[in-house]
């Protein structure tokens, strides 16, 4: 395997030591994660990686490493015990280690790759922090080459680096002496930048807008945080200037999942695609997308951008092209057939200045008269030598511009709807791309694009078996010389630099575009992210990781061997299906000792009570679909004392959650009030944060395990009334005066940590101080 000479330099450096490497996109980050596992792969060893996506899995399985992403829970302790390098997913791995059927000691490395996607509270969090708890032997190594996604993600690199637990941070920006020595190579760079038509440069205003509109709509409610009814209630009142609140709340009906900031995401994502799809080979494509997704909110009665009028323009400009393109393909027209005004209707009158060029070029081999005339159209064609300032002036944004959003959710095209319709509508990077390939008649030719559909458009040419198609993410070697880039990602333009090839690369953007925008933002983001970090990392100290919450209340007594020692006397059986959330990990945090079991019933068994979570969501559809009433009945017969945790927003109401009507309301209010009329027994935790639940559920841990103790316990109605004249002493400071005192002089005499460990820290000082000074 022959490396570059930056590529050793990053080998030398992330060796040995624990360390998160960020690279700059493209610059082979996963040649790096296979070489450095490579050297914990044999069977003295054991690296587990995790946190893999496919593109990471492909690359695995061509490496003597076994994904363990399907196995048993025997079949993965089996092959622990071999040793070697092994693919892991995160919530398998953490319940292995939670049941000691991993030693942690016995782990060498720990790789996090996409270390992008490291949330604070994740599994893979929850990982990196057991491992850097309990064993400190361990290296943990994270790699990653979207460094703008992590500037965005946290406020600071010692956030990042205090997540992923580690204390050091490589960075190898394209700027970066060795890099840029390395990559600057003779390579052709050829700029086609083509002016936008009129009703191009119309949707993609409207899309924008569109854009633009969905996203004020999810910061405003993220920063609310109320309901979705509520919210877009009060914005029509608000709008309409109605005083009949409850008429207008009836009048709008709507439609969304539980939650909804997904709702928002997936429209965000699919009005993103639309606007991607604008710029693509084929344009019929984005109007059937555009359509689909229209038609889709219509009939499902969408409140978010359909009711701006930017969606409706949109659709209006679609039905002109529609009307107006109502003419016979582009390939059967001939321009000395047709009268030169109706084409001009039709196409526009640049689009039939090329027409009329390319029939002039298919007459007659002029170049001179060609080329003057081409000259006199919109499109300027740039070429220089690639280093290191065109390398820069590329930019990728397939994750950070058009994210692609869950098969569940993203409005997919049905198969039919992406078959051509009967317009053909040209656009100029088509003709640009047509030209590029007359231009070069018998020479190998690479098409490379993000989008599946234009490999259709590139297959209809009548150009043979000498031009190719790849997608960015699937291209690995290139065998061509000449490359067109129909949109850009900035991995694929340093991949091209990475061969140290002279080649010939054509890259196809509407200037004056949202296209070009992203294309130029793309590289100063990067660029910027990189300098941050490296002006961060100069003044990063040492790490101090925080590996413990403080979930202890005044009301108890904190004794010193839980505070000194991570070990626990409260423990917490913890239903593996509950490790999708992020209460486990706080639980964790809480010190306490957690095991992940399949539970019958119940998500978290304690030493004497059992407790159901719910988010506010999961309780409106249980209700609904009567499961949390079979889920109640489980727990009564075989549970004494049994809780119901509920997780809410930002009220504590079942209607705020609602999108009904009042009928719809009043019949989930009277199921939630019968259920707590049925199961006496049932008691109920209403929290809004996680640290909060963990407090409360530790005061219930302590309140079942001193509950006999203190109901033995009397006073005498004279000392209770002298005990309660000193100040700082109230009634619920009583019992823990009976539980850490034989008598009122032992406590007179106390120092002064004594009195605020019992007592508390204020109350605590208030007491010494009033009998010592």
């Known amino acids: 395997?022959?490396?570059?000479?930056?590529?050793?330099?990053?080998?030398?450096?992330?060796?040995?030591?624990?360390?998160?490497?960020?690279?700059?996109?493209?610059?082979?980050?996963?040649?790096?994660?296979?070489?450095?596992?490579?050297?914990?792969?044999?069977?003295?060893?054991?690296?587990?990686?995790?946190?893999?996506?496919?593109?990471?899995?492909?690359?695995?399985?061509?490496?003597?490493?076994?994904?363990?992403?399907?196995?048993?829970?025997?079949?993965?302790?089996?092959?622990?015990?071999?040793?070697?390098?092994?693919?892991?997913?995160?919530?398998?791995?953490?319940?292995?280690?939670?049941?000691?059927?991993?030693?942690?000691?016995?782990?060498?490395?720990?790789?996090?790759?996409?270390?992008?996607?490291?949330?604070?509270?994740?599994?893979?969090?929850?990982?990196?922090?057991?491992?850097?708890?309990?064993?400190?032997?361990?290296?943990?190594?994270?790699?990653?080459?979207?460094?703008?996604?992590?500037?965005?993600?946290?406020?600071?690199?010692?956030?990042?680096?205090?997540?992923?637990?580690?204390?050091?941070?490589?960075?190898?920006?394209?700027?970066?002496?060795?890099?840029?020595?390395?990559?600057?190579?003779?390579?052709?760079?050829?700029?086609?930048?083509?002016?936008?038509?009129?009703?191009?440069?119309?949707?993609?205003?409207?899309?924008?807008?569109?854009?633009?509109?969905?996203?004020?709509?999810?910061?405003?409610?993220?920063?609310?945080?109320?309901?979705?009814?509520?919210?877009?209630?009060?914005?029509?009142?608000?709008?309409?200037?109605?005083?009949?609140?409850?008429?207008?709340?009836?009048?709008?009906?709507?439609?969304?999942?539980?939650?909804?900031?997904?709702?928002?995401?997936?429209?965000?994502?699919?009005?993103?695609?639309?606007?991607?799809?604008?710029?693509?080979?084929?344009?019929?494509?984005?109007?059937?997308?555009?359509?689909?997704?229209?038609?889709?909110?219509?009939?499902?009665?969408?409140?978010?951008?359909?009711?701006?009028?930017?969606?409706?323009?949109?659709?209006?400009?679609?039905?002109?092209?529609?009307?107006?393109?109502?003419?016979?393909?582009?390939?059967?027209?001939?321009?000395?057939?047709?009268?030169?005004?109706?084409?001009?209707?039709?196409?526009?009158?640049?689009?039939?200045?090329?027409?009329?060029?390319?029939?002039?070029?298919?007459?007659?081999?002029?170049?001179?008269?060609?080329?003057?005339?081409?000259?006199e159209t919109d499109t300027v064609t740039s070429s220089k030598t690639v280093g290191l300032e065109t390398a820069e002036q590329v930019h990728s944004d397939d994750r950070a511009t058009f994210p692609v959003t869950t098969s569940k959710d993203r409005c997919i095209l049905k198969t039919d709807s992406r078959k051509k319709s009967g317009l053909d509508i040209k656009n100029k990077k088509l003709i640009e791309l047509n030209k590029i390939l007359s231009k070069h008649p018998e020479e190998n030719v690479l098409i490379v694009s993000r989008h599946d559909h234009n490999k259709e458009v590139v297959l209809s040419l009548d150009v043979g078996s000498r031009v190719k198609f790849a997608k960015h993410n699937d291209l690995d070697v290139i065998q061509q010389n000449i490359v067109v880039l129909v949109d850009f990602n900035l991995g694929t333009f340093r991949k091209i630099e990475r061969m140290r090839r002279k080649m010939l690369i054509y890259f196809l953007y509407y200037k004056e575009s949202y296209e070009e925008e992203q294309y130029v933002r793309r590289i100063r983001e990067e660029k910027e992210a990189f300098e941050r970090f490296i002006n961060e990392k100069a003044k990063l100290g040492l790490q101090d990781f925080n590996f413990f919450i403080d979930v202890e209340d005044e009301q108890f007594d904190v004794e010193e061997e839980d505070i000194c020692s991570s070990k626990s006397k409260y423990n917490v059986l913890v239903d593996f299906r509950e490790l999708r959330a992020s209460?486990?990990?706080?639980?964790?945090?809480?010190?306490?000792?957690?095991?992940?079991?399949?539970?019958?019933?119940?998500?978290?068994?304690?030493?004497?009570?059992?407790?159901?979570?719910?988010?506010?969501?999961?309780?409106?559809?249980?209700?609904?679909?009567?499961?949390?009433?079979?889920?109640?009945?489980?727990?009564?017969?075989?549970?004494?004392?049994?809780?119901?945790?509920?997780?809410?927003?930002?009220?504590?109401?079942?209607?705020?959650?609602s999108n009904r009507n009042e009928i719809f309301k009043n019949s989930l209010i009277s199921k939630f009030v019968l259920l707590a009329i049925k199961f006496t027994k049932l008691r109920f935790i209403y929290t809004n944060n996680d640290i909060l639940s963990a407090k409360l559920l530790r005061c219930l841990q302590r309140k079942e395990m001193e509950k006999e103790r203190v109901n033995q316990l009397t006073i005498d109605p004279y000392m209770l009334e002298l005990l309660l004249s000193i100040p700082g002493v109230n009634s619920f400071c009583i019992r823990r005066i009976q539980q850490n005192f034989n008598n009122l002089k032992e406590m007179i005499c106390s120092s002064e940590e004594r009195l605020v460990r019992v007592l508390g820290n204020e109350r605590g000082k208030v007491v010494f101080n009033f009998f010592n000074k």
């Not at 997308?289 to 679609?318: C, D, P």
């Not at 979570?613 to 049994?642: A, C, E, P």
Request: hydrophobic share 40%.
């Open 1 to 375: 395997m022959k490396f570059l000479s930056y590529e050793k330099l990053v080998l030398k450096e992330c060796s040995s030591e624990p360390h998160l490497l960020m690279m700059a996109e493209g610059l082979n980050l996963p040649k790096m994660v296979i070489t450095l596992a490579s050297l914990y792969n044999y069977p003295d060893a054991l690296c587990l990686i995790i946190n893999s996506n496919d593109k990471f899995d492909t690359l695995f399985a061509n490496e003597s490493f076994t994904s363990l992403k399907t196995y048993s829970t025997l079949k993965r302790i089996e092959n622990y015990k071999i040793g070697g390098v092994k693919i892991c997913q995160a919530q398998a791995l953490i319940s292995d280690l939670l049941n000691k059927s991993l030693d942690a000691k016995l782990i060498s490395a720990i790789f996090v790759v996409n270390a992008e996607e490291v949330k604070e509270n994740s599994i893979t969090a929850f990982v990196l922090h057991y491992m850097a708890l309990n064993s400190s032997n361990t290296v943990i190594k994270a790699f990653t080459e979207d460094a703008i996604k992590v500037s965005k993600g946290h406020f600071y690199l010692d956030d990042f680096l205090g997540v992923l637990k580690l204390r050091n941070v490589v960075l190898f920006p394209r700027f970066q002496k060795d890099v840029s020595e390395e990559l600057n190579t003779s390579s052709e760079f050829v700029e086609v930048k083509m002016k936008m038509s009129g009703w191009l440069e119309e949707i993609q205003l409207y899309l924008m807008d569109l854009i633009q509109s969905v996203t004020n709509e999810k910061e405003k409610y993220s920063k609310k945080r109320i309901s979705f009814n509520e919210y877009y209630t009060s914005k029509k009142v608000h709008a309409t200037g109605s005083d009949d609140k409850k008429t207008t709340e009836h009048s709008i009906p709507v439609n969304v999942l539980n939650n909804i900031s997904q709702t928002l995401q997936r429209d965000l994502g699919n009005l993103r695609r639309s606007l991607g799809l604008l710029f693509t080979l084929d344009l019929n494509y984005f109007i059937a997308f555009f359509t689909e997704i229209y038609n889709q909110e219509i009939a499902n009665k969408g409140r978010t951008w359909i009711l701006n009028t930017a969606s409706h323009m949109v659709m209006e400009v679609i039905e002109k092209i529609k009307a107006e393109k109502d003419v016979p393909n582009w390939s059967s027209i001939s321009v000395n057939n047709h009268d030169e005004y109706d084409l001009k209707n039709a196409y526009g009158a640049v689009d039939v200045k090329r027409m009329k060029l390319e029939d002039k070029k298919g007459n007659n081999n002029d170049c001179k008269e060609s080329k003057t005339e081409l000259e």
């Open 583 to 657: 209460l486990p990990f706080f639980l964790y945090k809480a010190k306490n000792n957690v095991r992940v079991v399949c539970l019958e019933e119940g998500d978290y068994l304690f030493d004497n009570f059992v407790v159901e979570r719910k988010t506010i969501y999961d309780l409106i559809m249980s209700l609904n679909n009567g499961r949390l009433l079979s889920q109640m009945t489980r727990l009564s017969s075989n549970h004494s004392n049994y809780y119901l945790l509920v997780e809410y927003e930002s009220q504590l109401s079942l209607a705020a959650y």
